[in-house]
């Protein structure tokens, strides 16, 4: 009976996995069920506001051709009326001239007749008077007509390239693409933000600009955050824990127009902005406080972040937006605690870059330097942890391979903090007013 007792167990035990199994199989095969769905919902959609928009456009097209031809036609008739005016009013000058030397010689001709048939007695006054009369007319004085040669022949010159050129336009306008040339591959959160990647996937397709759009998840309305040739962008002062939704467009090598735009995709960051903290006399801060201006104040000190926001794997990033003069005491970074006290992140348990390009580690200078920094220079913090031996755990020590960059160069080092840490603060210290950074 035990023995039957467990086998019902095991039999039972192995019913319900079965049934189990059953149920993550359903749930499985209906969620690609549901995305098969939106999938063919994606595609009929797309093909009903495909279809509209070519109606609408050979809609306009006809619309603006019929009105061009006809504004065209109408110039060219009023041509032809002007110069059929210009010519026919010299033959109408012409046909007045003559047409009264008809009538001049009907009249001379009736004299002529009157002179001849008068009486004796009055013969000789009358044809006297007669032949001075036909002198005055001048009779061989004829007016000259224009031959035909001389006159306008008017004709239309109609080109009939025009229409093998417009046909040849028409019968090439227009594509019909089943997928954007290109789309959005990859939106990681950043702190305030998000990086935003996107990649060709029309491999005969020459992009020669990209233009990338969002919108916020309570707005219709796209706008334009970025418009040039790099294939990624990072999208700053986003709102944490809000969806954004991204598409990105291309422009062909030598076109105006833009390609259709891609999927769009939904992201949004979980990770506060970098802020400066507030309140230090030496420094003015923007609105957003991710901007630090070093005033004239003859306050000196180190400006930490708000809070400790570098987290490792991220890149920190500081751009210079205004420079002053160059002092070996100036310095961007992160360190481990926001210590007052010091004029300088040149300390232990920080690293930095002097604005003449050295780079401190605990206080001490590389060997190893970067460039000069300036106005529009760049300079961005990456971390990882590197993995310690069991005893460097059990003493609480943190390795850090960490690489700065600037302008065209790096540095890369190991840094060996004595104790393990989630997260760094940032930090800068100028000693001339002028310097402005914007971190994010």
Known sequence: IREMEIETEALLQEAKESIEAAQNYKSELQ????GLNQARKQIKESASQTREVLKQRFSDLQETLIKLLNERLTLLLLEVDTIEQESIKPLDDCQKLIEHG??????????????????????????????????????????????????ACLSAQLDDSFLMAVKDRIVS??????????????????????????????????????????????????????????????????????????????????????????????AHTTLVPHEWSSGFEGYSLSSRRNIALRNDCP???????????????????????????LDKRDSIGVCVENLNGYDSLQRDKAVCISTNGAVFVNGKEMTNQLPTISTGSTVTFDMEAVNLLPSSYEEGNLKLRVTISSGNREVVFDWLLDQPCDSLYFGCSFTSPGWKVLVF
């Open 31 to 34: 969620q690609r069920l549901q």
């Open 102 to 151: 008809v009538n001049t010689a009907d009249d001379l001709l009736r004299d002529g007749e009157n002179a001849i048939c008068c009486g004796v007695g009055e013969k000789n006054e009358e044809l006297g008077n007669f032949t001075k009369k036909a002198l005055q007319i001048q009779l061989d004085s004829l007016p000259e007509v224009p031959s035909l040669v001389e006159v």
């Open 173 to 266: 306008y227009g594509t019909v693409a089943s997928q954007p040339p290109v789309q959005i591959e990859e939106l990681i959160e950043r702190p305030g933000g998000i990086l935003v990647r996107w990649c060709k996937v029309d491999d005969d397709f020459l992009a020669q600009d990209y233009r990338l759009q969002y919108r916020k998840s309570t707005s219709n309305h796209f706008e334009d955050v970025y418009v040039g040739p790099e294939t990624e962008f990072l999208a700053l002062h986003l709102d944490p824990n809000i969806d954004y939704q991204y598409r990105v467009g291309a422009r062909g090598d030598g076109r105006h127009e833009w390609s259709p735009w891609s999927i769009p995709q939904t």
């Open 299 to 325: 306050a000196s000190g180190v400006l930490y972040s708000k809070a400790p926001t570098y987290f490792c794997g991220q890149t920190l990033t500081f751009r210079i937006e205004g420079a002053s003069q």
